[in-house]
């Protein structure tokens, strides 16, 4: 929101409009359901599980967590990226630690579910 608003003259529209247009194009249960639990089995499967070891292995942990956050956030088409790439950052450190796609997989679920819950609301109660 603040890289939108110092970018244009009307910032906040563009936010209400990016939060609508993005984030609720369809406010059904299968929507929700994807965003919130199909959608990050996928992006975890292919960025931590897929992408990841590979790289890892040529360039070492710490690289590979940034080149894919990177990814990640431009993967995701959004307007203001960098909370996608602090997300990446996040579903990446987890997988370094854990070494499974269930904690990258249940975090990413439950960030997902927060914005979704977040953005629906604020949508209903006509808030943006």
Do not use: C
């Not at 996928?42 to 942990?61: D, H, K, N, Q, S």
């Amino acid at each position: 929101w603040v890289v939108l608003h110092g970018f244009f003259d009307d910032g906040d529209a563009m936010f209400r409009q990016h939060l609508r247009g993005a984030i609720f194009k369809d406010d059904s249960v299968l929507y929700f359901v994807g965003v919130v639990v199909l959608f990050p089995i996928l992006e975890e499967i292919w960025f931590r599980g897929l992408l990841y070891t590979p790289m890892r292995r040529e360039w070492g942990a710490w690289a590979s967590i940034v080149i894919l956050s990177l990814l990640f956030a431009f993967a995701h088409n959004n307007a203001v990226p960098i909370n996608q790439f602090f997300g990446g950052m996040i579903f990446a450190y987890a997988y370094e630690k854990r070494r499974t796609l269930v904690a990258p997989i249940i975090l990413h679920m439950l960030g997902n579910g927060a914005l979704a819950v977040v953005g629906w609301a604020l949508v209903k109660w006509q808030l943006v």
